[in-house]
């Protein structure tokens, strides 16, 4: 498996930083539209002079002389040149695919990469397609230690994924990212769903860490000796004392009092 890091939130200094914390377990750096946007691609040069061995991708979002700015991206060392479809053009029922198709049709001597609205849905025609990259969310920048978060990630056999509510909506959609990313991801309490080992990685979330299910279905992960990532709002709660990793969301869950 490929994973691949979107570096979008940081400086250049930051992107750096992130690099030399999580490039043992990353196989492809992206830097996003963002850095592109408010540093160029002169600290692209940068970030390669430094890492002059890891793989780069760059994601400009490109609107006007695309030609010359791929040239530009590939001078300045990007590896792979993609295509991304925006939500607003997703919902207009637009896809990546044709503009996919030219990129691949006059980029000879650069990687190919597709990202924007890949369901398990379209696979078929992700495999027709033929990039060399298919970008998915990871969920690691944003973590209180990626370097740790990325090595689970990249050690682990099988991830499981399992959430109470909106939570458990939002982890299987995550889990079909992991998918397409060539993970092989399993959602508690579907009926194809294996029995958790000691080499798996279970990710739960739980704004309060006090859901019954949730923590049951941890506690029996933490038995066996599986790997525990948990999303929440409380890194005091049942759930935070089991678990080997812990990713705080800013909000508050729906058992929290309003001051």
């Known amino acids: 498996?490929?994973?691949?890091?979107?570096?979008?939130?940081?400086d250049v200094d930051g992107a750096i930083k992130l690099i030399k914390k999580t490039k043992d377990s990353i196989d492809i750096f992206e830097y996003g539209t963002p850095l592109v946007i408010n540093f160029g691609l002169e600290c692209l040069a940068k970030i390669r002079k430094q890492f002059p061995d890891i793989t780069l991708l760059a994601d400009l979002k490109i609107m006007d002389v695309a030609a010359y700015e791929?040239?530009?991206?590939?001078?300045?060392?990007?590896?792979?040149?993609?295509?991304?479809?925006?939500?607003?053009?997703?919902?207009?029922?637009?896809?990546p695919f044709e503009t996919f198709a030219l990129i691949k049709e006059n980029v000879k001597n650069t990687k190919t990469a597709i990202a924007g609205g890949i369901k398990l849905a379209n696979l078929e025609e992700v495999k027709q397609a033929d990039p060399d990259l298919l970008i998915v969310g990871g969920?690691?920048?944003t973590t209180d230690d990626p370097t740790k978060v990325a090595e689970e990630f990249k050690a682990a056999k099988n991830v499981f994924v399992y959430g109470g509510g909106r939570s458990g909506l939002g982890l299987k959609g995550?889990?079909?990212?992991?998918?397409?990313?060539?993970k092989t991801a399993y959602v508690v309490g579907e009926t194809t769903t294996p029995a958790i080992t000691a080499d798996n990685?279970?990710?739960?979330?739980?704004?309060?860490?006090?859901?019954?299910?949730?923590?049951?279905?941890?506690?029996?992960?933490?038995?066996?000796?599986?790997?525990?990532?948990?999303?929440?709002?409380n890194d005091e709660s049942p759930l935070a004392q089991i678990t080997n990793q812990i990713s705080i969301l800013p909000g508050k869950s729906k058992n929290m009092v309003n001051d």
């Open 174 to 182: 995550f889990a079909m990212r992991l998918v397409q990313m060539g």
């Open 139 to 141: 969920g690691i920048s």
């Open 70 to 95: 791929v040239n530009q991206a590939v001078k300045y060392g990007a590896d792979y040149i993609g295509t991304h479809t925006g939500y607003d053009l997703q919902a207009k029922g637009e896809t």
């Open 1 to 10: 498996m490929k994973i691949q890091l979107a570096i979008d939130l940081e």
């Open 201 to 233: 990685l279970l990710i739960v979330a739980s704004a309060s860490g006090t859901t019954k299910g949730t923590v049951n279905i941890a506690k029996e992960a933490h038995r066996v000796g599986a790997k525990i990532w948990l999303w929440s709002t």
